[in-house]
T-cell receptor
Framework: GAVVSQHPSRVICKSGTSVKIECRSL??????MFWYRQFPKQSLMLMAT?????????EQGVEKDKFLINHASLTLSTLTVTSAHPEDSSFYIC?????????FGPGTRLTVT | QQQVKQSPQSLIVQKGGISIINCAYE??????FPWYQQFPGKGPALLIA?????SEKKEGRFTISFNKSAKQFSLHIMDSQPGDSATYFC??????????FGPGTRLSVLP
């Protein structure tokens, strides 16, 4: 099956700093990628839909100025958490759409101290 | 209309037993129904999926049963093993887009 990678897998940062998470589709091109947030023992919460070459579409309640998404190529989307705060600590998962299926990355554990 | 309901929230099964997770949807435009398996600290992985032109699909110990008229589908795990302990998400989409996920079921298979 298709492979989606995320980098880094874990990151710890200090409050007030920014963190960038990369999502790559390794063996297919993805016009659309998605970013999810998952709290412990909870379901996936869609944050935004990232379309290559255009602005991301954010879900209601998600601050677009705080969670910057860039989809610069058909294989790469990035999520930047700006001015991170402890409440931003979470598991961030991306997925890429290909062949009418969604393929998930392994996730990035963000801890803001 | 866009919601996918999933039950139970958690499930405990003895090794060798059958695990059954149920999902229901409202939007009749949905035409693709995948199940994902997620282990702690990992991203979800596609387990098995079905389209509404069939009522059942089996892959190894995993079976999806689909009831189009009731707008329900379920995952059956036969001969459940401790290694199956994970969180399972059902989902629905139309034409491979607009995926909607259920809230998840935490399965624990006791040895």
């Amino acid at each position: 099956g298709a492979v989606v990678s995320q980098h880094p897998s874990r990151v710890i940062c200090k409050s007030g700093t920014s963190v960038k998470i990369e999502c790559r589709s390794l063996d297919f091109q993805a016009t659309t990628m998605f970013w999810y947030r998952q709290f412990p023992k909870q379901s996936l919460m869609l944050m935004a839909t990232s379309n290559e070459g255009s602005k991301a579409t954010y879900e209601q309640g998600v601050e677009k100025d705080k969670f910057l998404i860039n989809h610069a190529s058909l294989t790469l989307s990035t999520l930047t958490v700006t001015s991170a705060h402890p409440e931003d600590s979470s598991f961030y998962i991306c997925s890429a759409e290909g062949q009418s299926e969604q393929y998930f990355g392994p996730g990035t554990r963000l801890t803001v101290t | 209309q866009q919601q996918v309901k999933q039950s139970p929230q958690s499930l405990i099964v003895q090794k060798g037993g059958i695990s059954i997770i149920n999902c229901a949807y409202e939007n009749t435009a949905f035409d693709y129904f995948p199940w994902y398996q997620q282990f702690p600290g990992k991203g979800p992985a596609l387990l098995i999926a079905i389209r509404p032109d069939v009522s059942e699909k089996k892959e190894g110990r995993f079976t999806i049963s689909f009831n189009k008229s009731a707008k329900q589908f379920s995952l059956h795990i036969m001969d459940s093993q401790p290694g199956d302990s994970a969180t399972y998400f059902c989902a629905a989409s139309n034409y491979g887009q607009n995926f909607v996920f259920g809230p998840g079921t935490r399965l624990s298979v006791l040895p």
